[in-house]
Nanobody
Framework: QVQLVESGGGLVQAGGSLRLSCAAS????????MGWFRQAPGKEREFVGV????????NYAGSVKGRFIISRDNAKNTVYLQMNSLKPEDTAVYYC????????????????WGQGTQVTVSS
């Protein structure tokens, strides 16, 4: 089992920044690929970005590319989501998730999930 705990959410004005953290514990694996997803009220949970264990590269949804940055500190078993130039449409509950394989962008392809952290962007 892998436990994931997100933190860092909050209320921010449009144009501001937030950094989310996702701390992993339990049977974490060096092959774990970590993804970030978000779910706005009344909408499906959607892919935000993903990073492999190596941290050598990342991939992002088009809606956040150029504004959000994913990184990881394997010594701390923590993945980060730096969110810049936030927009009201970024308002959502943000989740981190873990899977074994690279190239996974659908929520059903991730086995382990955190509880989520609320991000609210005011206009």
């Amino acid at each position: 089992q892998v436990q994931l705990v997100e933190s860092g959410g909050g209320l921010v004005q449009a144009g501001g920044s937030l950094r989310l953290s996702c701390a992993a514990s339990g049977r974490t694996s060096r092959s774990s690929v970590m993804g970030w997803f978000r779910q706005a009220p009344g909408k499906e949970r959607e892919f935000v970005g993903v990073i492999p264990w190596s941290g050598a590269f990342t991939n992002y949804a088009g809606s956040v590319k150029g504004r959000f940055i994913i990184s990881r500190d394997n010594a701390k078993n923590t993945v980060y989501l730096q969110m810049n130039s936030l927009k009201p449409e970024d308002t959502a509950v943000y989740y981190c998730a873990a899977t074994k394989d690279w190239g996974r962008y659908l929520k059903g392809e991730y086995k382990y999930w955190g509880q989520g952290t609320q991000v609210t962007v005011s206009s």
